[in-house]
């Protein structure tokens, strides 16, 4: 079997302003994703997905420098063709970390949708012989508002079944502060809350935020300070009972290993879609295990992102809870045939061969996209109260 074509898939959808959410970048008023179908001599074609924006940039990795690597390869050798990629060609081409590995990402879990599709198993099943059936999921869902309405939002998704929220924090200190509290006092004290600040906070803020959310028995804090600040999370690690969270904009094992090496996390979180594909997402819940650490994989994108995090999550040993973005996504309710649906809390991977999901053409062709995105400038971290 060998590659004779891959081919990127743009797609943007607009958000109704109903359904548009206050983040660190500004209002979200659309969501974008690249797709990739790889495609072979014998008529298999396996899906990949990117995280995130860059469409354009994505794109020209792929056709330029992946494309020509690959074609012509045999697609079931996942492991040599992703050395090959990264260390012969992408690291002189875009660099070690960042947007190229995101493309090679996305290459290698089409890979692995047709592996799985050679030996007839769902990807779960071919990564574990004792996989779990089913995954706990918690709600990406609360975004500043007022105290109330984000109060009334978390009730709302207990009563949907759902057993853990993340609160989007790093806004405003007192207003998170306050927040936090009122989301724990109204959902008691066996919820699971975790929050997030998506690097809005600078070091001494963020010392006084895990005093108080200690306080509310928060689960984790995500991503307090910029993602490069190694030595102001191992430094916050050390002096936090709140677990620290980081993981999403990491990029391959390396980085990773960084954080493990000097003690700067105790939760990771590889996004499969940002980290390097599913081939490097199982090297890092590796090396995590190694150091006695939790996987609680970020997911945030489409429904083929969504399939290959709960495959991964379902495998690994150490995965203990993933993330599921509640938020307003035609891209993940609407892009592949069978959608995949919260059930008591949890979610169970696709039962068919591979990712075990089919595009859905008509809503492609909707959302298929070739024109630019607009940069979005985060807000500043906070760096006093």
Known sequence: MKITNIRPLRLYAPIPPEKQVQT????RRSRSGLLVEVQTDEG???????????????????????????IGKDPTKIE???????????????????IGVVALGAIDIALWDIRGKIKNLPLFKLLSKTPRDRVEVYATALYPDETATVVRTAQALAEKGYRGVKIKIGFNFSRDMEIVK??????????????DANMGYEIDVALRAVAILEESG??????????????????????????????????????????????????????????????????????AAKHGLPIALHTWGDGVMLAAS???????????????????????????????????????????????VDLNAEVVKKYLFSGDEKLSLKQKAISAV
């Open 44 to 70: 298999l074609t396996g899906i990949g997905s990117c995280s995130g924006g860059s469409g354009p940039v994505i794109e020209v990795i792929i056709e330029k420098v992946l494309k020509p690597v690959l």
């Open 24 to 27: 660190r970048t500004g209002i």
């Open 80 to 98: 040599d063709l992703w050395d090959e990629c990264y260390f012969r060609a992408g690291v002189g081409a875009f660099g070690s970390r960042g």
């Open 218 to 287: 928060v689960a984790f804090l995500e991503e307090p300070l910029f993602v490069e600040d190694i030595e102001g999370y191992a430094h916050l690690t050390s002096r936090s009972k709140v677990p620290i969270a980081v993981g999403e904009n990491l990029h391959t094992r390396f980085a990773f290993q960084n954080y493990i090496s000097r003690g700067a996390a105790n939760v990771l979180q590889p996004n499969v879609a940002r980290a390097g594909g599913i081939s490097e997402t199982l090297k890092i819940a590796d090396i």
């Open 310 to 356: 709960l495959h991964l999550a379902a495998a690994l040993d150490n995965s203990s809870v993933m993330e599921f973005d509640y938020t307003y996504n035609p891209l993940r309710t609407e892009l592949v045939k069978e959608p995949i649906e919260m059930k008591n809390g949890t979610m169970a991977p696709p039962s068919g061969p591979g990712l075990g």
């Open 182 to 195: 009122a989301v724990r006092a109204a959902l008691g004290k066996d919820f699971a809350i975790m929050t």
